[in-house]
């Protein structure tokens, strides 16, 4: 079983605990410091766990909310389990397994062609 880092994003939240209640409370102050987005981004920037995201505005909002990288991001390690690929089930001599009986696919057959 391998390890796989991941994260969670916890924006939501630290802009609760400083009564940022609104999404859109974050578009002047982003303004203030030169970052544009428009509300449906600043939007999935809170709602959403962002998968890229601009050193400028992480800056801008570890500036504005007065927090740390700590409070917005927690790495969080998930188990990946390893995926076995399937085999045909035979019995080692290339026959299908007990139980299976005559169970194997025939060649298809196609009928009313005429070949010169």
């Known amino acids: 079983m391998t390890v796989k880092l991941d994260y969670q994003w ?4 630290v802009m609760a605990d400083r009564g940022m209640f ?3 409370d974050l578009i002047p102050p982003l303004a203030e410091r030169g970052i544009a987005l428009s509300s449906s981004q600043v ?3 809170v709602v959403e766990r962002p998968e890229r995201l601009s050193l400028k505005i992480l800056m801008a909002l570890l500036d504005i909310l007065d927090c740390t990288m700590d409070d917005l991001i927690e790495p969080v ?5 390893v995926k076995k690929t399937k085999k045909a089930a035979t019995s080692g001599s290339g026959e299908p397994p007990e139980g299976l009986g005559m169970l194997a696919p025939k060649r298809a057959r196609i009928r009313g062609l005429d070949r010169p």
Request: glycine residues 0%; charged residues 25%; hydrophobic residues 40%.
């Open 77 to 81: 390690a998930v188990a990946d389990a």
């Open 10 to 13: 916890h924006l939501r939240k």
């Open 43 to 45: 939007y999935r920037l």
């Open 22 to 24: 609104s999404t859109t």
